[in-house]
Structure formats: C-alpha cells, structure tokens
C-alpha cells in the first residue's frame, strides 16, 4: 500500500542513516584520539580500570622518584665509607712504619692527624640533600619502595629502611698513638678493629643501594606492564578502525541514496491522478 502520509521505506532508510552516521563518528573520534574507549559511556567497565591503573602509574612515578633519591642518599654515603676505608689502610701503614725504633714518630703522627682529620671530614661531608648515613645526626633512612593494591583494593606503602653506620660514634680513631713504637704496636691492633668497622659499614651501605637499585629497576618494568595493560584496554586498534572507517564511508554514500529513493516513492503516486 502506498502512502502520502508514512514512508515507511523513508523511516527504514532513515534510521539506517541515522546509525550510519553514528557509527562514523564514533569511528572518527576513535581515529582522532587514539582510543576505543576514551570516556565513560564508551565502555563504563574498561573506563573505570583503566583510571585506576592510571593512578598506580601516577603513585609508581612518585615511588620511582622516591627510590632515586635513596638510591643517590645511599650512594652518596657508600662512596664516602669507601675511601675512609681507603684513609684508614693509610693509617695502618703509618702506624706499621711508625713500630720502628729508627723514625720519625713526630712527623708520622702528623701524618696521622691530618689522614684522622680527613676521615672526619668525609663523614661530615658524606651527606645528600641533608641526609647523613655516616654520621650520628643523620640516622636510619625510611625510602618509598613500593604501592601495594590487594584484591579489595586497599593500597599500601611498602618502604625500605637503611641503617646508619654512624662512623662518628662507631669510628672512634682517637686511639690511634704512634708518637713511639711501644704506642704504635698498640695501635695496630686498633687500626686494624677500625678498618673491619669502616669495610662492614660499606658493605652494608652497598648492599642497601643494591636492594634500592633493584626496587628501581622492578617499578620501572611494572609501569611500563602497567602502561602495556592500559593500552591494550583502551587504544584503538587504527588499522582496523582506518579499514572500518572507508567501510562505513560507502555504507553512509548508500544509505543516503537509499534514503534519496525511497523520499521520491510518493512522487509515483501523482501519476495515478494525471489524465
């Protein structure tokens, strides 16, 4: 039956159109953004894991930060017990030299003072953005190593402490005496307490920066997991979305055709009132 009043082959062909072109542009932002799902009413789901994974690179990022700048604090520190180790195999020489009955036990305590001063110097000096491992107002560092999300999603910290080895109180060299040889033989077995002490203490700081370092490294690779997962929910897949654009390109030409004819059927009903 023919009508002037409803078309139902316009309605049909509209509503293709309609769905079409709806389908297109959704395809169009895809290519433009990059994403499948890039707001809420995409894919309410998807959106909403991935704002959450987002946030943990965001927490990770901080976390990174945070285990530099221990891992610089750390380094800073390892590098200083270093050469008081170093200071300290000096010292021994001079104290060994200085068992002798023949020398100059006035110029080798000098000699001493200044390589006992220098010791004292690193560890005031051994310090990174006002943290101290080496000294006795420094204390223990607390760094950030890691944001921990359980199933329900609560998240916590995790952190990694690094002990002191406080040289100022633990380095005591104020028993080095080599003013004569009966002092020095008495100091060789103090050196020797002292380089254990300093050869510990670096051992300790070295492996503290091993562990961090470590950490770093891991964080790293879990964000860029993270990032991955991200991804793969939400970023478009533009080789299909290209070939899925031209597809709905001609699907759009077609319908609007359709839709062009089936506007013109009434027009055929005017030849039935023609004499």
Request: aromatic share 2%.
């Amino acid at each position: 039956m023919s009508s002037i009043l409803t078309n139902n082959s316009a309605m049909v062909a509209l509503q293709t159109l309609q769905s079409v072109n709806s389908n297109l542009a959704k395809t169009q932002d895809m290519i433009s953004t990059g994403k499948a799902v890039a707001t809420a009413k995409d894919n309410s789901a998807i959106f909403a894991i991935s704002k959450v994974m987002e946030s943990d690179v965001s927490g990770f990022k901080a976390v990174s930060d945070a285990l530099s700048l221990g891992e610089s604090t750390v380094a800073v520190a390892s590098a200083g017990a270093e050469q008081i180790t170093n200071l300290l195999n000096e010292i021994k020489e001079k104290v060994v030299a200085a068992t002798g009955e023949n020398v100059d036990h006035g110029k080798i305590q000098n000699d001493v003072d200044e390589l006992v001063n220098q010791v004292t110097s690193i560890i005031g000096a051994s310090q990174f953005n006002g943290a101290n491992l080496l000294n006795t107002a420094g204390g223990d560092i607390t760094v950030l190593s890691s944001l921990d999300r359980d199933a329900t999603g609560t998240v916590t910290a995790s952190n990694i402490t690094v002990a002191s080895v406080d040289f100022e109180t633990n380095l005591d060299l104020s028993d080095i005496d080599v003013s004569d040889s009966a002092a020095a033989d008495t100091s060789l077995a103090a050196i020797e307490v002292h380089i254990q002490t300093a050869v510990d203490g670096a051992a300790a700081l070295g492996a503290s920066a091993k562990r961090i370092s470590d950490q770093n490294e891991f964080v790293s690779k879990v964000t860029d997991a993270i990032k991955s997962g991200i991804g793969a929910l939400v970023d478009a897949d533009l080789e299909e979305t290209s070939a899925r654009l031209q597809a709905l390109q001609v699907q759009q030409q077609l319908a609007t055709q359709s839709l062009s004819i089936a506007n013109q059927a009434p027009q055929a009903i005017l030849s039935l009132f023609r004499n």
